[in-house]
């Protein structure tokens, strides 16, 4: 059962197929029993055209304001040149990870059965992503710019505050599976500075939590050993760029990206969290009710066991689970023709 709490949500549909796959998911959580408020905020490429404001102020603070925080896709069309490089990317989905501290990204991924190939059968894990520091912090520069002696840099930040409070959230989170595996993901031999803090600290928080089995791989490593022995796997903790290509790969090999699932994190709860299918806005196929909304769904699904209602996040996913698994609407080739609704109404049937 649902409690009768009432959870103030703010909904950025976005762009392309994001405002399609979010109501599907708001649909879900009803039929759940998740009660919601619902305040919409228009941003995104199609914002940006219309007046020239990426994430202003205002909508800032109104954001702080909600719960929790459900997000469709941002992105202009491929090839579009309308929308500068990188402006939403940093201008509003990095400023929302930045300003609101969401510094764990977490994405859990396992292969459904009948999954074709490049699928990996028993493939389950979790990546805890540092979300707010790494190569994505900004630290660089240009100089002599357009000239041929142009020099860019881009650093990496790293702090032990931001390094230990997201090892520390994946140990937490390692003790509570079954498997109690925790691997701490890098390149420490060519990335001597930022990868020896990563590994002192992992070494120095292991002591505390005695029951959790630990391993180290280089992030080239773990790549071939998602293809070839997924099962060493169980819970990766990794820094922010290696854990944005590692969940991308992870995506494929568990189905593909319409089933990927992300949670950008603020487990001190100073602020709301954000949750998010992690496919792109996808414009080719906008409007034509052909998108998958299960990677949103089930992103909706880790936004309520986040509110405090894990029965509604449990009901939510048995039933994508099922229709994942259905060969004759969501597996394999169907996915692409099943369509929106059809797949939509699957699950609230199963609910």
Request: hydrophobic share 45%; with cysteine.
């Amino acid at each position: 059962m649902a409690t009768n709490a009432l959870h103030r949500v703010g909904v950025i549909g976005g762009d392309g197929i994001g405002p399609e796959v979010v109501e599907a998911a708001l649909e879900v959580l009803d039929s759940a029993g998740l009660r919601t408020e619902v305040e919409r905020f228009s941003l995104g490429a199609d914002a940006y055209l219309r007046d020239g404001t990426v994430l202003p102020d205002e909508v800032l603070e109104a954001l702080r304001d909600v719960d929790a925080i459900l997000l469709g896709a941002i992105g202009p069309p491929l090839g579009s040149h309308e929308v500068p490089s990188g402006l939403l990317e940093r201008g509003l989905l990095l400023r929302l990870r930045f300003e609101l501290d969401l510094y764990v990204n977490l994405r859990p991924a396992a292969t459904p059965p009948n999954a074709p190939p490049p699928a990996r059968p028993g493939l389950d894990v979790v990546v805890v992503r540092e979300n707010t520091e790494g190569p994505y912090a900004g630290e660089g520069g240009f100089l002599r710019r357009g000239t041929p002696g142009e020099v860019a840099t881009q650093g990496s930040v790293n702090t032990r505050h931001g390094v230990e409070r997201c090892i520390r959230y994946a140990f937490e989170l390692t003790r509570s599976r079954p498997r109690r595996k925790l691997t701490l993901v890098h390149k420490t031999n060519v990335l001597t500075y930022a990868g020896d803090l990563w590994a002192r600290t992992f070494a120095e928080l292991a002591p505390g939590y005695p029951e959790v089995e630990t391993d180290y791989l280089h992030v080239d490593a773990a790549c071939i050993h998602l293809v070839e022995h997924p099962e060493r796997l169980d819970v990766v903790v990794t820094d922010n760029l290696f854990g944005d290509i590692l969940t991308d790969l992870i995506g494929a090999l568990t189905g593909g990206i319409g089933l990927a699932a992300s949670a950008n994190l603020n487990p001190a709860r100073t602020g709301p969290s954000l949750f998010e299918p992690v496919h792109g806005a996808a414009h080719d196929i906008a409007g034509t009710g052909r998108a998958n909304p299960l990677a949103a769904i089930r992103s909706a699904a880790m936004m309520a066991d986040f509110l405090g209602e894990p029965e509604v996040a449990e009901r939510v996913e048995r039933a994508v689970a099922a229709v994942a698994a259905d060969p004759t609407l969501a597996g394999a080739e169907s996915l692409a023709v099943a369509g929106t609704s059809r797949i939509t109404e699957a699950v609230v049937r199963r609910i």
